[in-house]
Nanobody, 119 residues
Framework: VQLQASGGGLVQPGGSLRLSCAASGSILGINAMRWYRQVPGKQRELVAA???????NYADSVKGRFTISRDRAKNTMDLQMNILEPEDTAVYYC??????????????WGQGTQVTVSS
């Protein structure tokens, strides 16, 4: 099972980016999916999460600007980021609780994608 994140890049303040995360492999089901971010010297922080039923929650710093969504049929998750600020600059990681054969529920991480907000 793999998680593949994509969509990072360089954007000016006030701009938008859309991150995507795709799960592949022998997947029996996916529970919660999440986006985290990390800057050098700081702990990884939870940005947004979405349950299997579509319930969402966000870090206070991104509420009203970021939107998390998922496609259960495709095993994908997106993060639409609007009104980006320099403080959003970080490596973004996707994370998911995936049910796999033999091993049951396991947490998986994507490889990270860099988001840089700068003029």
């Amino acid at each position: 099972v793999q998680l593949q994140a994509s969509g990072g890049g360089l954007v000016q303040p006030g701009g938008s980016l859309r991150l995507s995360c795709a799960a592949s492999g022998s997947i029996l089901g996916i529970n919660a999916m999440r986006w985290y971010r990390q800057v050098p010297g700081k702990q990884r922080e939870l940005v947004a999460a979405i349950t299997s039923r579509g319930n969402t929650n966000y870090a206070d710093s991104v509420k009203g600007r970021f939107t998390i969504s998922r496609d259960r049929a495709k095993n994908t998750m997106d993060l639409q980021m609007n009104i980006l600020e320099p403080e959003d600059t970080a490596v973004y990681y996707c994370n998911a609780d995936i049910v796999i054969a033999q091993y049951g529920l396991r947490a998986f991480w994507g490889q990270g994608t860099q988001v840089t907000v700068s003029s």
